[in-house]
């Protein structure tokens, strides 16, 4: 099968608000292969949504700047063209792994890995005027972040008030339900607790200002007043929710994390003990450091901050650890390169035919005090120095044959 998306010419838009222009579903979910016919058709929806909505965020952008409150808009417009530049970025790394509709198995897993595995928004511009908020759902998926997108592009459209009024009440009060019930599908989505109740709350009077609009200009009343507030309201909680979820899965999947990496911490943790008696058992002097027990930190916390604080302490344990294990290791390391020295030492020097009792009588020590657990390091060291320098007095190429490459005897 093959179907082709290249990039077919759009007709100008011009500078003008484009309202109504929403993002399109995305099919499938993480983890499942996306049908290519499906595919075909979210990347022809979504390329002519990216179209659109720049169009529109650069239209945006002209009347904020000229706006003699710009200020008050440049943080939400930074954003909004941040979301829409990494939206974009994946839309054309979507297009290339479609190709023209050549997906076998594996393009369609890395298609639906594409869309809703995460998407990272840290733009080094914007990076400074992204409010702690907002940078918290600066990791959702392609989906999520269109929307996101949508929102904030509904609520800037509003607050610049340059929706049309008057024949286009009902499609701005059509655009108001659709965000309303999208509001409803993300409050039902919410865990128990304050934040759900307050929610619901939010959008029960979201839904009666809609009501009573709607009735109004059943009647023929001026509504064009009232629906820019609630416009502008309804795409502030639209987004604010999906921060929140964004926020959610990112709580998640840093505790799922921080679990897998205690777990691993704890098996590393009692390797490392393991090490510390084996080297305490067989060298002398050994090092003398604590290994840092990875269960005095507790469990793993649920709330957002608690588990960034959690993940920041395992790092710490780790980097113990590693600091721990290197001591040891390297203890240990250096006795048994003194006894792999010694060895070929001897091999090489009777190969070569040097038998004499003070060489004898100096390998003889120095084998019994590698033979001692634990090993006395620095007398072996020593033993093996004057062993080495009477091998290479005698037969200098002995010592130079069996010296390990760049090792210095100390």
């Given at each position: ?17 484009l309202p109504g222009t929403m993002a399109p579903e995305a099919p499938g ?144 009060l059509k655009d108001v339900r659709a965000t309303v019930e999208r509001i ?95 080297c305490v058992g067989a060298v002398t002097p050994a090092p003398k450091m ?121």
């Open positions: 099968m093959s179907l082709s998306i290249d990039p077919v010419p759009l007709p100008s838009v011009g500078g003008a608000a979910r993480l983890g499942q292969p996306l049908d290519v016919t499906e595919a075909f058709g979210y990347l022809r929806d979504l390329g002519v949504w990216r179209d659109k909505r720049k169009a529109e965020l650069d239209s945006l952008d002209s009347v904020a700047l000229a706006s003699s409150e710009r200020d008050l808009f440049s943080r939400d417009m930074l954003v909004s063209m941040a979301l829409w530049k990494a939206i974009s970025d994946r839309y054309d790394l979507l297009v290339v792994t479609f190709d023209s509709g050549r997906v076998g198995p594996a393009e369609a897993a890395r298609l639906s890995t594409l869309v809703w595995g995460r998407l990272d928004v840290a733009p080094d511009s914007a990076a400074s005027s992204i409010s702690p908020a907002t940078a918290g759902a600066l990791g959702l998926s392609l989906p999520e972040a269109a929307r996101l997108c949508d929102a904030m592009t509904s609520s800037l459209r509003a607050r610049l008030s340059l929706e049309p009024s008057g024949a286009e009440v009902g499609t701005r409803r599908d993300q409050v039902s989505l919410l865990p128990s607790g304050v934040d759900r109740d307050t929610s619901r709350a939010t959008l029960t009077r979201l839904e009666q200002r809609l009501v009573d609009i709607t009735d109004r200009a059943k009647r023929g009343a001026e509504v064009g007043g009232l629906i820019a507030p609630l416009e502008f309201d309804a795409a502030a909680t639209e987004r604010d929710l999906l921060v929140g979820a964004g926020r959610r899965v990112d709580d998640a999947r840093d505790v799922a994390r921080a679990a897998q990496l205690r777990e691993e911490l704890v098996a590393r943790s009692e390797a490392v003990q393991a090490l510390v008696a084996r604590a290994v840092p027990d990875v269960r005095a930190l507790g469990p793993v916390p649920t709330g957002g901050r608690d588990v960034e604080s959690y993940l920041r302490r395992l790092d710490s344990v780790s980097r113990a650890l590693t600091l721990v294990h290197t001591a040891y290791g390297d203890a240990l390391a250096a006795r048994d390169e003194i006894e792999g020295y010694t060895g070929a030492l001897t091999a090489q020097a009777r190969a070569t035919g040097l038998a004499d009792p003070d060489a004898d009588h100096l390998r003889q020590r120095l084998e019994s005090v590698l033979a001692v657990r634990p090993t006395d390091v620095r007398r072996a060291r020593a033993l093996l120095a004057a062993y080495q320098a009477y091998a290479a007095a005698w037969a200098p190429s002995v010592a130079a044959r069996t010296a390990p490459k760049g090792a210095q005897t100390r």
